[in-house]
């Protein structure tokens, strides 16, 4: 993930953060005293500050989930970027080509775009079918690749789309035509799609089912109406539906959607959580030794519940009441919402008790992240919006050992300033016969509130349960 599992998220902005401004500060942590009230705990900022040695290169990452030695917090995105380079060579390298080549095509054909747009435009036969020989034609150029055809779904609607989300067209057409090449992600997902990255982090290209493709297709008009509504909507933007299908005998059909990378930000992201909210098979099977800040942290290696401000709680738990209304009324399920953190400078710890993180995975350090230049530059201007650059409190949890297991932990009181992108994805997988099936099956043998193939009805009230407990109102007194 960026991306694991079988995921893909949206958003359409980049944001302003780390990598410019002036020298790096040392960093400090600040203390919080705990005075008693009648009746209840109240907390309080004290202008105490302790400095620390900076951790150094890939040891200053706060309690790791389940890690103990992550790798640096502070690095550019330059310094390790994720995914392969599909230079010349590579098994995909002429899909790529041929990618580029059908969306510099559909770009270039811009036409007036209206928001009011007709029935017609959401009809699945609404596709346009454009042959590119290698030696060119009337309306296509001459190109290196093989002879293949391009298809695109609904195009007037994706323009729309695209217009709404506010992209640029030639910005668009640049991050994924320019002479940068796309990088693939390692391994495919669960869902065996394979996922690409233009160079810029900011768009992200995901293979697609057949069946999958027909889901978009038949709910395109009610995603439509739902983005156009809800501005601040956490579910994934969606910019293009396209297919390749490669001439000869081979004949085969690549179908690829273009989705915005939730995590195209200055700011490095440390930690990445993809939350469902069932507890069956939801860790992660990494081994500790290979977690890195790639690795897709599931429900169970969470251990922070993130504090948000009145406001932002406010509008978060709107917003995701909409978006599950509106994913259970296409009978959809199985989605998740995924988080990426990033820790700030300062550590804000609690001064009655020290807790470690989760004792069964290893020890919590006590050093702040390696600071991102931009993190201490008053003067850069980011836009905070809900899912997006958004500065939070995360509370370190602990899960007992003395009862069931717990999806949150209980928390200790020991808070970290972080930043958060978050949104809601894999929103095109419905309650169809194979995900009954899945439920019958697994019912028998595990119980049936903890697996993850649940009716949308059930999955919708489980997931809000859940989120709205990994995020709760700050009410602390500052």
């Excluded at 008693?36 to 951790?55: C, F, P």
């Excluded at 080549?101 to 007036?112: C, E």
């Excluded at 695109?152 to 989300?165: G, I, M």
């Excluded at 509106?326 to 008790?353: A, C, P, W």
């Amino acid at each position: 993930m960026g991306v694991g599992g079988s995921s893909g998220w949206g958003h359409h902005v980049r944001h302003c953060g780390g990598g410019r401004g002036g020298d790096e500060a040392e960093p400090e942590v600040t203390v919080l005293g705990r005075r008693r009230g009648k009746g209840r705990t109240r907390t309080r900022r004290r202008a105490t500050t302790v400095r620390v040695e900076d951790a150094g290169e890939g040891r200053g990452l706060p309690p790791p989930s389940p890690a103990t030695g992550p790798h640096a917090g502070g690095r550019s995105r330059a310094a390790r970027r994720q995914g392969e380079t599909i230079a010349k060579g590579h098994k995909n390298y002429e899909l790529m080509l041929n990618l580029q080549l059908g969306i510099r095509h559909a770009v270039g054909k811009q036409g007036p775009i209206t928001l009011d747009l007709r029935s017609s435009a959401f009809d699945p036969k609404e596709k346009v079918w454009t042959r590119f020989p290698p030696e060119g034609s009337k309306y296509t150029p001459p190109h290196s690749s093989c002879d293949f055809k391009w298809k695109d779904y609904c195009p007037q609607v994706f323009r729309t789309l695209r217009k709404l989300f506010k992209v640029d067209a030639a910005d668009y057409m640049l991050s994924l035509c320019g002479d940068q090449a796309l990088r693939e992600l390692s391994s495919p997902g669960k869902s065996g799609s394979f996922f690409y990255l233009t160079s810029n982090d900011q768009y992200m290209i995901k293979t697609m089912k057949k069946a999958e493709v027909k889901i978009f297709l038949k709910m395109l008009r009610a995603y439509y109406n739902h983005v156009r509504s809800f501005e601040n909507t956490l579910v994934t933007k969606f910019f293009g539906l396209h297919c390749v299908k490669l001439a000869g005998a081979n004949q085969k059909k690549v179908r690829f959607v273009i989705m915005g990378n939730l995590f195209c930000s200055d700011h490095f992201i440390h930690r990445r959580f993809d939350l469902k909210g069932s507890s069956l098979g939801r860790t992660t099977d990494k081994p500790q030794t290979e977690i890195d800040e790639y690795t897709i942290l599931k429900d169970l290696d969470l251990n922070f519940i993130f504090r948000l401000q009145k406001h932002w709680y406010q509008e978060f738990q709107r917003q995701v009441d909409k978006d599950c209304d509106f994913l259970e009324q296409e009978n959809i399920m199985d989605y998740s919402l995924l988080v990426g953190v990033h820790f700030r400078d300062k550590r804000v710890i609690m001064t009655e008790g020290s807790f470690d993180s989760d004792s069964s995975r290893g020890p919590s350090p006590h050093l702040s992240p390696h600071l991102s230049r931009g993190d201490t530059d008053p003067n850069r201007m980011c836009t905070i919006r809900l899912g997006s650059n958004m500065p939070t409190k995360a509370e370190l949890t602990v899960r007992r050992t003395d009862c069931e297991p717990q999806l949150i932990g209980e928390p200790t009181g020991e808070f970290y300033d972080v930043i958060l992108y978050f949104g809601i994805i894999d929103i095109l997988q419905d309650y169809d016969i194979s995900k009954k099936l899945e439920h019958a099956y697994k019912s028998f043998q595990y119980d049936p509130t903890s697996i993850s193939a649940v009716d949308p009805k059930q999955y919708s009230r489980r997931f809000k349960d859940f989120v709205y407990k990994a995020f709760q109102e700050d009410k602390v007194d500052i």
